[in-house]
């Protein structure tokens, strides 16, 4: 079963590559080059068993963003409590939902059976988005590599650090930008809800606490009220697909936010906000510069906060501990 998704992890029907090479300290396109020069073929078939949840790549590239925003991506989002400097990030509210954490593990067993010690958690979480994007029909975004695994986590940086679905355009440019996105580049990675579903607990405030900038169509609006019908949900298993094509990594998102068919308060914001109207409208029409602009701002993602070096960090044996 595993050999179909494999191919078509290798050779995506949209293989929109990104050139771009951006440059930082100690990270390369080569850094496992001795060390594990077998490390893609390894992710790749771990990664073929997994990509049968055709949730996965929705709920890794999530992981990704979620790592990344709270101390960097540095694997923190995978530490369970256990020590004086770690209370796992899972304990924050903000991280409701994350998903295939033991992904990861399954991968970092694959990879410690031929190359022990070598690779970090941190890498793993980044390949794990990059692929995730690229076998759901998005770009292929290559990573460079070399991130080392913190020995810290605390779900205060989590709550703290990780925006809420009702944040406003000015928070979003100034999080994104504090990682070195332009504007562009800041809707872009809010084109990453074209994967996924989102749930009442993150809906229900712009129902039944609306704000004047949140625009939605009144079949949508209705549509929300009958899936979340209380301002505390019933349940928190309850899922709306975040667009029309929830398991495909395409523009579709852009071209429902335009529509008022948003389904985050954030998402309706970037529809209508004067500095960010065009851009969304420009990346409904245009899948291929969407891919591109979300490429670019993907690297800088992944480069945020990284430990690198041999003062930095750890490579955990087992991701969810420090060695």
Known sequence: MARPFLKLLLFSAVPIFCFLRFSHASLSYNFYERTCPQLDSLVNRAMAAIFLDLTAPSALVRLMFHDCQVQGCDASILLDSGGGNVRTEMLSGKNFGIRQRSSIQMMKEAVESECPGQVSCADLIVMAASKSVTVSGGPRIDVPLGRKDSTTANNLLADSHLPPASMSVDDLLNLFSSMGMNME??????????????????????????????????????????????????????????????????????????????????????????????????????QEHFFQAFSSAFLKLSYHGVLTGDSEGEIRRQCNQVN
């Open 185 to 286: 580049e800041a809707v872009a990675m809010l084109g990453s809800h074209t994967l996924g579903v989102g749930h009442c607990i993150n809906i229900a405030d712009r129902l039944y606490e609306p704000k004047g900038d949140d625009y939605m169509s009144s079949n949508y609006g209705a549509y929300l009220s009958f899936m979340c019908p209380t301002r505390v949900p019933l349940t928190n298993l309850t899922a709306l697909p975040n667009d029309l094509t929830p398991t495909l990594f395409d523009n579709q998102y852009f071209r429902n936010i335009l529509a008022g068919r948003a389904p985050f308060t954030i998402d309706s914001r970037i529809a209508t906000d004067p500095r960010t109207s065009a851009i969304v409208a420009h990346f409904a029409g245009n």
